[in-house]
């Protein structure tokens, strides 16, 4: 135990890893929480919605083939960990216009969810806003 505590209470090599979920169970949560209000996913079909201002997120279509499962969590955690700049991303604060889900969520929906964004992957492209925020998982979003 000594040893472990040495390493920071935690083995060598240790790292967080989202476990897989159900993809399937993760677009059902998507379309109850009706994220196709501000975000778009092509090839897919949810209820339209008319998108009042503000409700204007950046599009999800391939996302799952740019983002490590652990990245997508904590942007329904805590999406100011990471500030990505720019349209749909930001709001006049400067703080992400995605809500969080910390209080929404049961860990099995969002490991269920996260399995859904991380299947929206391969043929179309993500878009490349510039983000801020830290350099590692886990740490605070920078000044």
């Known amino acids: 135990m000594e040893e472990l505590h ?5 083995p060598p090599g240790w790292r967080f890893a989202v476990p897989a979920g159900d993809p399937k169970a ?5 379309g109850k929480l009706e994220c196709y209000k501000c975000h778009e996913v092509k090839g897919e079909q949810f209820p339209h919605a008319p998108r009042e201002p503000g409700d204007v997120g950046p599009a999800l279509t391939g996302m799952g083939a740019h983002h490590p499962a652990e990245y997508l969590a ?3 955690l805590n999406p100011n960990a990471v ?3 720019g349209e749909g991303h930001t709001g006049p604060d400067g703080l992400s216009r995605m809500p969080d889900y910390n209080d929404s969520l049961t860990v099995k929906q969002l490991i269920d969810l996260v399995a859904y964004l991380k299947s929206l992957g391969g043929e179309h492209p993500h878009g490349g806003n510039r983000p801020q925020g830290h350099g590692h998982p886990g740490s605070p979003k920078s000044p």
Request: aromatic share 6%; proline share 0%.
């Open 74 to 76: 904590e942007s329904l």
């Open 6 to 10: 040495k390493h920071g209470g935690v």
């Open 26 to 30: 993760g677009r059902e949560m998507f």
């Open 83 to 85: 500030i990505v700049v």
